[in-house]
C-alpha cells in the first residue's frame, strides 16, 4: 500500500472500534458481587420436596479470590448474611462494594445516581465501606463477577449436579470443600500482590480494613 491508502484504511478501521476505559485493580480496593443463574435443589427429607438454593458470589477485583455459598433466595436478610460472611472468610473489608442492580442491593438503579437500598447502605456504613452498583445496562462494569459467576458455575456447581443434599448445611459444606480447591489454583498475579493487613501467609486476603462486627 501506499501510505495515503494505508492511512484511509486505517481510518475506516478506527472509526469501527468502540471506546472502552480499561479498569484497574488494586488490592483492597473493590468486592464484586452477585449471584449465579443456576441453583442447586435440596432436598426435604421428610417430605421429599426439592427446593432451590440460590449461589451468592463474590470476588476481589485485584487478585480473583472468590468467596461462594449457598443460600435460600437473593432476599435482603439472606444478602447481608451473605455479606457478613464474606467479610468474615476474606478477614477484612474493601473500600468499595459493587453489587449488581437486584433490589436487596439498589431500591432505584440509575446510571448517576442509584438509590442504594436502607440496610445494604448501614451494612456498608457499619463496615466503614461503600456501595457503588454497576451502572445499568453496562455490562463491562461487572466483567469482574461476571468471569466469577462463570468460574463457579464451572468449578463448583458442574461437579455438584449428580449429588444429593438434604439441608443447606451439607450443600455449603461441600461447596466450601471444593472453593478451596479453586482458590488455590496456580495465578501468578498473586506473588505480585501485596497484603495491607500484612498477612504474608495468605496473600489472596487482600482486603484494607480488618474485620470487626
Not at 122 to 150: F, N, S
Request: with cysteine.
Amino acid at each position: 500500500y501506499q501510505y495515503s491508502r494505508f492511512c484511509d484504511l486505517y481510518r475506516q478501521w478506527r472509526q469501527q472500534q468502540k471506546r472502552s476505559m480499561r479498569q484497574q485493580h488494586f488490592a483492597g480496593d473493590k468486592l464484586f458481587i452477585d449471584y449465579c443463574g443456576p441453583t442447586i435443589g435440596v432436598v426435604d427429607g421428610a417430605t421429599g420436596e426439592i427446593r432451590s438454593a440460590q449461589i451468592f458470589v463474590a470476588v476481589l477485583g485485584a487478585s480473583n479470590y472468590t468467596y461462594a455459598e449457598a443460600t435460600w433466595s437473593q432476599g435482603l436478610p439472606d444478602w447481608i448474611s451473605s455479606h457478613v460472611r464474606t467479610f468474615e472468610f476474606f478477614g477484612g473489608v474493601t473500600q468499595l462494594l459493587v453489587p449488581d442492580n437486584l433490589k436487596s442491593a439498589v431500591s432505584k438503579a440509575d446510571r448517576y445516581a442509584p438509590e442504594v437500598n436502607t440496610t445494604y447502605a448501614e451494612l456498608a456504613r457499619h463496615y466503614g465501606t461503600t456501595v457503588l452498583p454497576t451502572r445499568p445496562r453496562k455490562p463491562k462494569d461487572k466483567a469482574k463477577v461476571e468471569v466469577a459467576v462463570q468460574v463457579v458455575e464451572r468449578w463448583i456447581l458442574a461437579r455438584l449436579r449428580h449429588h444429593t443434599f438434604f439441608c443447606l448445611s451439607e450443600l455449603n459444606t461441600a461447596i466450601r470443600q471444593l472453593l478451596q480447591e479453586m482458590n488455590a489454583r496456580p495465578d501468578s498475579r498473586m506473588d505480585e500482590l501485596e497484603n495491607p493487613l500484612g498477612n504474608s501467609r495468605n496473600p489472596h486476603k487482600v482486603c484494607s480494613k480488618p474485620m470487626t462486627r
